[in-house]
């Protein structure tokens, strides 16, 4: 067992950089020593990779368990086309055994060293949620330690009620020790990458929902600093899978709360980097319409560019993530637009996905466009979001709470419709809060 020296707590901080809170850091070695560690103490956090844009795997002066070292690829059954992993185990480590194997798990969110537990904590959504969902969806089962309750397996036959409130539950029902997670044949050794350039948010959506019946996987990249009718323009990605094998090139890198941005004193990002860099990079892909990348290169976009969330420093940053309704879009993007102008907000990144589905509990699931933003911490960014804040209620457009740090309990209510169920099922399986985070405290749950 690693614990930092004698218990004492070590500063914990969001990803994002903007909450911080004092709390022993442990570290089981494996189940046994799990199961002992809890029985020690009253409340317990627990952390993966910490890489939630928020404090939800940490809360002041409560151990944080690191599930890091809980992270065997237990079984791949390859008649089911399913595989059990702990929890503790990295996306990129678990899809580099899927594809050596010849399979592939379809739902891949955008850094390769979140684990397991945050994807099913979080029910985490990829390129592909218009199509096939979110992490979810391609859960079979899992193996959950609470200390009140025990080792429990779930699946939707099995306690199906400790099962969906696990899923996007914040790691609040217990440790998730292991999951059989749903995969896929390998349909191809490489991705093929097209980029189309468009002119503004509106007529990025337009070319995304044009390809979206087509099986591919979808995003794009905008500028949100531009004014009038060049807002949001920028380049949507389609990629599909081929067959020629592309050699591999990147390995997968480490990201990691404490170490974001503490070589940057001062804050790289404002209007004029970030306007800068914005024309640079939609010049540079503009060219570039069409690549082929081995299947590993290709997964995770963000592998490689962390440069990117190291610039903010240590000051941070803040993102917003939000659903807006398809029927919603042109005028909340023109909302947006003067949002941006009249708080003078930096945004250092925009992009869009399209989602499909119905969300429950504080789940980041609906149908429209997920809009994101992000800025650099700064008290325009927060103004820029509180605007939004009131456009989220005002369209009942879920907001994600793993990349949040902001939110109350008050602003939760009325965004989700869910959160009574939530915090009331929870209640009743957790009256004791066994479980704890600053998130939870923060949203009130
Ligand atoms: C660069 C980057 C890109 C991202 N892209 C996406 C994206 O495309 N789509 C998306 O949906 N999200 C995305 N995220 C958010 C990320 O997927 C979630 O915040 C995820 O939960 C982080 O997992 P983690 O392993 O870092 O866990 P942590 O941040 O440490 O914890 C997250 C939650 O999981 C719980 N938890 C973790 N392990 C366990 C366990 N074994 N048992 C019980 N609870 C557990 C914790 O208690 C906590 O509530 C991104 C984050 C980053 C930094």
Not at 143 to 156: L, M, Q
Not at 367 to 381: F, I, K, N, W
Request: charged share 25%; aromatic share 8%; glycine share 10%.
């Amino acid at each position: 067992m690693r614990r930092n020296a004698d218990n004492v707590a070590v500063a914990m901080v969001s990803f994002d950089g903007t909450e911080r809170c004092a709390a022993p850091e442990v570290s089981p070695a494996d189940r046994a020593d799990l199961v002992r560690i809890i029985a020690e103490h009253q409340t317990v956090s627990i952390r993966g990779s910490g890489l939630s844009y928020c404090q939800a795997g940490a809360a002041g002066d409560v151990p944080s368990l690191s599930t890091r070292a809980i992270n065997r690829i237990i079984a791949l059954d390859q008649e089911n086309g399913t595989i059990q992993v702990e929890a503790g185990c990295t996306i990129g480590r678990l899809l580099t055994h899927l594809v050596d194997c010849g399979y592939w798990f379809p739902v891949l969110p955008g850094h390769p060293h979140i684990t397991i537990g945050g994807c099913v904590a979080f029910n985490t959504h990829g390129k592909t949620q218009h199509d096939i969902g979110q992490f979810s969806d391609h859960v079979a089962a899992l193996t959950i330690y609470h200390p009140d309750h025990g080792e429990v397996g779930c699946s939707p036959t099995e306690h199906p009620d400790l099962f969906a409130l696990t899923l996007g539950g914040m790691g609040l029902t217990g440790w998730i020790l292991d999951v059989t997670l749903c995969v896929e044949p390998l349909r191809g050794r490489s991705i093929r990458r097209r980029g189309t350039v468009v002119e503004n948010f509106v007529e990025a959506v337009a070319v995304m929902e044009e390809a979206e019946s087509e099986g591919l996987h979808l995003y794009s990249w905008n500028d949100g600093n531009r004014r009038g009718a060049r807002f949001g323009t920028g380049i949507v990605y389609e990629e599909a899978f081929v067959g020629h094998p592309a050699e591999p090139r990147s390995k997968y890198r480490k990201l990691d709360p404490v170490s974001r941005g503490r070589q940057i004193p001062i804050p790289l990002w404002n209007r004029m980097t970030t306007s800068v860099a914005n024309r640079a990079y939609r010049l540079i892909e503009a060219r570039r319409r069409e690549r082929t990348m081995a299947v590993l290169d290709a997964a995770f976009p963000i592998n490689g560019r962390e440069g990117y969330f190291h610039a903010f420093g240590a000051r941070g940053f803040r993102e917003y993530q939000m659903i807006v309704p398809r029927e919603a879009w042109v005028e909340t993007v023109e909302a947006v637009r003067l949002a941006i102008a009249d708080t003078r907000a930096c945004v250092t990144l925009a992009s869009l996905k399209l989602f499909k589905g119905q969300g429950r509990h504080l789940w980041f699931r609906g149908d429209g466009v997920c809009l994101t933003l992000d800025g650099p911490a700064t008290r325009s960014t927060l103004r820029l979001f509180s605007i939004l804040d009131r456009l989220a209620v005002e369209l009942g457009a879920p907001v994600n709470l793993s990349k949040d740090s902001r939110l109350d309990a008050q602003a939760a209510m009325s965004i989700f419709p869910g959160y009574e169920r939530f915090r009331s099922e929870l209640e009743r399986h957790d009256p004791a809060r066994r479980i704890d985070s600053e998130l939870r405290r923060r949203i009130g749950v």
